[in-house]
């Protein structure tokens, strides 16, 4: 899983027995050589799907960790692109990567912007937030977005009951809720709390209108369906 430039097994279990953001301080300088960063191919298929929606003038990109996201805003986007992050260690890798990028040190349940972002993008953030979180973010990315905004993420299909990725992500989410009852401070890294239905529930309730569109170059399913689909949030 981890590349010759990543994290020991000593520093992934340090980082799990810390906080989130002192986790994240901690894995920044090897995070890019982790499987914990979105691959290209999901932000290569999220920039085909968006490109017929643009073009977009200004870009955020919230919880943007060590800069990943800037593949997907940097062809998309005609004026400035930032990223929004809580941990020092994964802005600084961030700022490295895209110095010609804003980058703001925020917590995203707060965020520090008022309608001014066309397009705010999200990659694999959505687990670090208990459901009853979800509204706070999603009401944030509203008011940052101009009117007409677009806030899009991929999500991934839930494998089937029967494979061995589901009883892998359900024996996991099960561990992090054990290390969470015995230890502070707690780390938030679920895999199962943020299905489709429920997200669309809360991204309608801050006000947005919500479609989906198939990944299809992600692949597809037995059944047929898309392995993943993009969440397309329009402020409305």
């Known amino acids: 899983m981890f590349s010759p430039q990543g994290p020991s097994l000593r520093e992934l279990v340090v980082q799990a ?11 920044a300088p090897k995070f ?7 691959p290209d191919s999901v932000l290569d298929a999220t920039t085909d799907a968006l490109r017929p929606l643009g073009p977009f003038e200004r870009g955020l990109d919230v919880c943007c ?16 692109i930032t990223g929004v992050d809580f941990s020092t260690g994964m802005l600084a890798q961030a700022r490295r990567a895209y110095p010609d990028a804003e980058w703001a040190q925020a917590d995203v349940l707060a965020l520090p912007f008022a309608e001014a972002f066309d397009l705010a993008v999200s990659f694999g953030a959505l687990g670090h937030f208990l459901p009853a979180e979800r509204s706070s973010l999603f009401a944030g990315v509203y008011r940052a977005l101009r009117p007409n905004g677009l806030f899009a993420f991929p999500i991934g299909a839930p494998p089937p009951i029967t494979s061995g990725q ?14 969470n009852a015995v230890w502070r401070p707690p780390f938030v890294m679920y895999y199962g709390t943020c299905p489709l239905h429920a997200v669309r529930d809360d991204l309608a309730a801050a006000g947005f209108t919500v479609t989906t569109a198939p990944l299809t170059a992600l692949g597809r399913r037995e059944d047929g369906s898309p392995k993943c689909r993009l969440v397309l ?3 409305t």
């Not at 027995?17 to 894995?27: C, M, P």
């Not at 960790?65 to 400035?80: I, K």
């Open 65 to 80: 960790g060590t800069g990943a996201g800037m593949r997907t805003l940097e062809p998309l986007c005609q004026g400035r």
């Open 17 to 27: 027995l810390s906080s989130v953001e002192r986790g994240y301080d901690l894995l």
């Open 32 to 38: 890019d050589h982790t499987p914990f960063r979105t």
């Open 166 to 179: 589901y009883w892998t992500l359900r024996g996991f989410d099960l561990a992090m809720r054990v290390r």
């Open 233 to 235: 949030a329009r402020k």
